[in-house]
């Protein structure tokens, strides 16, 4: 269950360094404009409020991955400690995008299921082990 937690981690950190790249680079690109759903117009007013908002997701990536090696690495309690910080951030933003905006339900299920069964493998794994 540990290893299951990880990769499930492992891939909510790639998703959301994916969604880093949108926001933050991309953000006026056909493709972030239509996962968006955006006008080129809006998009440019709410620019670098996307730019910092991609930012956010890249340091839960970042935190998460660094977690992973750790926890691979031998240094298990630190590193699961920043899996749960950076993965159980991730679900605790896409509670609140559900919660805020419930048009953007599937959004906010792409974003949060995988890390919210990342965090679930890990602690089950921790537990009986």
């Known amino acids: 269950m540990v290893i299951a937690g990880l990769a499930l981690a492992g891939i909510a950190a790639l998703v959301h360094v994916f969604i880093f790249y949108l926001e933050s680079i991309a953000w006026t690109s056909p493709r972030a404009l239509a996962t968006f759903g955006q006008t080129r117009e809006a998009a440019e007013g709410q620019k670098e409020l996307a730019f ?8 839960l990536a970042i935190a998460t991955a660094l977690g992973i090696v750790l926890f691979v690495a031998g240094a298990t309690t630190v590193g699961a400690t920043l899996v749960f910080t ?3 951030s991730m679900v605790a933003a ?11 339900a599937g959004a906010a299920l792409k974003q949060g299921v995988v890390p919210a069964l990342g965090v679930a493998a890990l602690a089950i794994g921790l537990a009986v082990s």
């Open 52 to 59: 910092n908002q991609g930012f956010y997701n890249l340091f």
């Open 86 to 88: 950076g993965a159980g």
């Open 94 to 104: 896409s509670l609140v995008l559900l919660l805020s905006s419930p048009d953007k």
